[in-house]
């Protein structure tokens, strides 16, 4: 299990003397478990599956993105840096991101397979072609491709 992979690596991090990537391994741990809390408030079992660990892991993903964007906006390069450090730890434990080509065809697929023609019909073309991109594909990038697709 992917949870249990990022324990293990907290551990050797901990170990190697590495406090940025333990701190980041640690802020990771404790969306996990967060998560792990919400799904116990429904009266669902806390064990998360992989698929949801990758749902929290590509949440975490997009705050440093987004921050470091912002960072960077504000001319604060260091601080930029450093949540671009922790996206690339974070991403080792994310699926493979798929190519551009790769998320047309499945964008395409989708727009066939809802029968959508146009604008209005975005939504059900997104949900569709995210049950397969999910965690594999930035749903930003997706939304630009299905916007240009259905003109």
Do not use: C, W
Request: aromatic share 2%.
């Amino acid at each position: 299990m992917l949870h249990s992979k990022i324990t293990d690596d907290l551990k050797i991090a901990m170990k190697s003397g590495n406090n940025f990537e333990v701190g980041v391994l640690r802020m990771t741990i404790a969306a996990l478990h967060n998560k792990e809390i919400e799904k116990k408030g429904k009266g669902l079992e806390a064990v998360l599956s992989d698929d949801e660990v990758i749902e929290v892991l590509t949440r975490e993903a997009k705050k440093r993105k987004e921050a470091a964007e912002l960072y960077v906006k504000g001319n604060r390069n260091d601080l930029a840096e450093k949540e671009t450090k922790e996206l690339e730890i974070i991403k080792k434990y994310l699926p493979e991101q798929m190519n551009q080509e790769e998320i047309e065809k499945i964008v395409k697929a989708a727009i066939i397979s809802t029968g959508a023609k146009e604008i209005k019909e975005f939504g059900k073309v997104m949900a569709e072609a995210m049950k397969d991109l999910k965690g594999r594909a930035d749903a930003s990038l997706v939304s630009e491709i299905v916007k240009s697709k259905l003109k």
